[in-house]
T-cell receptor, first 120, second 115 residues
Framework: AQTVTQSQPEMSVQEAETVTLSCTYD???????LFWYKQPPSRQMILVIR??????QNATENRFSVNFQKAAKSFSLKISDSQLGDTAMYFC?????????????????FGKGTHLIIQP | NAGVTQTPKFQVLKTGQSMTLQCAQD?????MSWYRQDPGMGLRLIHY???????DQGEVPNGYNVSRSTTEDFPLRLLSAAPSQTSVYFC??????????????FGSGTRLTVV
């Protein structure tokens, strides 16, 4: 079984600053994906960014980027030019892949989350 | 609007009562799943289904039943509610082959309180 650890229960930064959220994971799988999800007070789960384990290049989505260190099993999220709307819970998640009827994926294993607060 | 619809949004049950949390999606997703979210615990997988007629257990299946008779619907049943089942429940779906590319589409959640 795999585990996902987020060691920062809460973080607070000023608007426009850059913030990095940490995530480490443990797995014996070689084929997997990693995700960051955002959960604002509305409770909706929103996909922020994803990373394929077989790709060395770090994923980037606008102000969001990751630092994926496969050997170290680390997957941190960097938010640049933080905005008030970035205030939310952020969850790191792991998905292993398996071959099922032509290809498929398993469920997500989540970390416990980091509560990010952007101060005006 | 296309997406995952969960009903009800809020529910209070007495210990021992039964109920069904509904989940429906109109995206023709093969894969559907149920998670529960507890404070400080993140989301944990309860049950999942890779297609109509096929279900399997996740990390925390005890006390919950599921069935998948159609592609669109994946209800979660609590046969005898317990206070330990107080939680927020999320349904999520995806195309099986595209889950890695797009992640999952989540419903807006059901907050369940068992007293």
């Amino acid at each position: 079984a795999q585990t996902v650890t987020q060691s920062q229960p809460e973080m607070s930064v000023q608007e426009a600053e850059t913030v990095t959220l940490s995530c480490t994971y443990d797995t014996s799988e070689s084929n997997y994906y990693l995700f960051w999800y955002k959960q604002p007070p509305s409770r909706q789960m929103i996909l922020v960014i994803r990373q394929e384990a077989y790709k060395q290049q770090n994923a980037t989505e606008n102000r969001f980027s990751v630092n994926f260190q496969k050997a170290a099993k680390s997957f941190s999220l960097k938010i640049s030019d933080s905005q008030l709307g970035d205030t939310a819970m952020y969850f790191c998640a792991f998905m292993k892949l398996y071959m099922y009827s032509g290809g498929g994926a398993d469920g997500l294993t989540f970390g416990k989350g980091t509560h990010l607060i952007i101060q005006p | 609007n296309a997406g995952v619809t969960q009903t009800p949004k809020f529910q209070v049950l007495k210990t021992g009562q039964s109920m069904t949390l509904q989940c429906a999606q109109d995206m023709n997703h093969e894969y559907m799943s149920w998670y529960r979210q507890d404070p400080g615990m993140g989301l944990r997988l309860i049950h999942y289904s890779v297609g109509a007629g096929i279900t399997d257990q996740g990390e925390v299946p005890n006390g919950y039943n599921v069935s998948r008779s159609t592609t669109e619907d994946f209800p979660l049943r609590l046969l005898s509610a317990a206070p330990s089942q107080t939680s927020v429940y999320f349904c999520a779906s995806s195309y099986s082959g595209q889950a890695p590319a797009y992640g999952y589409t989540f419903g807006s959640g059901t907050r369940l309180t068992v007293v």
